[in-house]
Every structure is written in structure tokens, then in C-alpha cells.
């Protein structure tokens, strides 16, 4: 059975139906790791992953890896974008992106101190000092920083758990609805790519989104559905990547 990259058991259940003795028992178990080697576009990275962690990332998905050679080859889109990825789980993803591009990019997920901690071991391990920033945000709840100033998002298989569709979605319209520009500096509201003989534009803000592990369907059509009713707009760039954006690329002030 696969462990997913964002696995947020504790969020389907109802707070009473935590017991006591199963939140002791949880904070005294010890976390143990596992570190593989793992062979990215042009590199290797060394990535400690939790054997077992019920709100966060176990292993690497093949999406992470599908999604940085999608990302190698259409790298117009992304070079010079101020980033932030969702689900970073062990940001591997994210510090790929920094050693490749430079890319300025921040990593988030779940609200959790031993998520953040190993996401600042990997970027050690792997020659990024200082660690990348990083947001603790659970999907859904008010975002921590005031201003959402990325002008690039990124996410890769985070589509598994359906009942946080509503949550990741709400969370997706923040960071593009209130998008501010960093400084006041602005990006070119289209990146041109020429990548396999297509241009593809990027819009500023952006989502930009892999997703490689199979659902159903329905379940699939779910989220974009609600993207839609929330005011986003979709559209596939190929090779299962979508870009989403707020419809008519209008973005809300604030202030």
C-alpha cells in the first residue's frame, strides 16, 4: 500500500474521537527515518523520509519525479518566479527547483515541527544553507503570513484525499485572489515556452500543479469542478500539469 505525500488522517476525524491515551501514545512514539538516494534531472539527492508519518510524506511519489522533468523542459515558465510549493512533504521537489534554477521557492505543508525540521534536514544533506523558508499551513485555516506575494504555486500529487478538496481549494483562492506583488515588483503576466514545438503562457499568480497518482474520475472532476465554482480557472498544459489562475487573471488588493 502506498503512503501518501500529504496524508492528513487526523483531519477526517472528530476531535472526541481522539482519546486521550492515543494522543500519549502518539507523542511518545520516536520517529524513524529512512534515507534514500534518488535521481532527479541532472542530480542525485539524498532524501530522509519518515517511515511512517500519519499526516505527512512517507515516500516519494513517481509524480514528484515526473513533475521536475515536465519542469526541466518548460523552465521559461518558472526561472525568476517567486515560488511556493504546497505539500512539500520532504522537500525534495523544492530543493531540486533551488539547486537547478535558483529558483526562489518556499516550502509548505501541514502544520507540524517534525515535518518542518526534516524538510531542513534534506536541504543540509543536500548543500542548501540556509534551509529553504518554510510556512506550516494546514489547508483551509487562515494563511500565516499576511501577504500572499508568490507569484508561482506548485504542488504535485496532492489530489488523493477528496474530503480536502474544499480546504486545499480555499487555500489555492487565498494565494491567488490576494496575490501582492513582492516589492511591488511585477512579473510579466505571460512566460513563453516553446518546449516540444507548443507555446504555453504562464500567467502571474499562478498554480501550477502535476498530478500522476490515478482516482476516479468522478473523484478527479471534483476538484476542478470546485476550482471553477470558486471563481479559478483550469487548464491542462499537457502531461497531466494543469495551470490555474483566477479567472480572467483578476487578483484582489488586501489592502
Known sequence: MDIA??????????DDEV??????????NHQSYEE????????????????????????????????AEWLVQHRSLIEGRHCLELGSGTGALAIFLRKS???????????????????????????????LPHIRHSWGDTFPTADADWD???????????????NLIKSISYLLKFYKPKDDKTVPPVGNDQSGGTCMG????????????RI????????????????????????RVYCIKPR????????
Open 5 to 14: 505525500l500529504f496524508s492528513p488522517s487526523s483531519l477526517f476525524a472528530d
Open 19 to 28: 482519546s486521550v491515551d492515543e494522543e500519549k501514545t502518539e507523542s511518545e
Open 36 to 67: 534514500r538516494r534518488h535521481q532527479f534531472p541532472g542530480m542525485e539527492l539524498l532524501i530522509r523520509e519518515f517511515s511512517f508519518h500519519r499526516l505527512n510524506a512517507n515516500l516519494l511519489w513517481p509524480g514528484t519525479f515526473a513533475f
Open 101 to 131: 534554477f535558483n529558483l526562489d521557492i518556499t516550502t509548505s505543508d501541514y502544520d507540524d515541527q517534525e515535518i518542518e525540521e526534516n524538510i531542513a534536514h534534506n536541504c543540509k544533506a543536500n548543500g542548501i544553507v540556509p534551509v
Open 152 to 166: 508561482l504555486i506548485i504542488a504535485s500529487d496532492i489530489l488523493l484525499y477528496v474530503k480536502q478538496y474544499p
Open 202 to 213: 504562464l500567467p502571474a499568480p499562478a498554480f501550477l500543479m502535476s498530478w500522476r497518482r
Open 216 to 239: 476516479g474520475k468522478e473523484d478527479e472532476s471534483l476538484f476542478f469542478a470546485g476550482c471553477e465554482n470558486a471563481g479559478l480557472e483550469v487548464k491542462h498544459m499537457g502531461s
Open 248 to 255: 480572467e487573471n483578476i487578483v484582489t488588493n488586501p489592502g
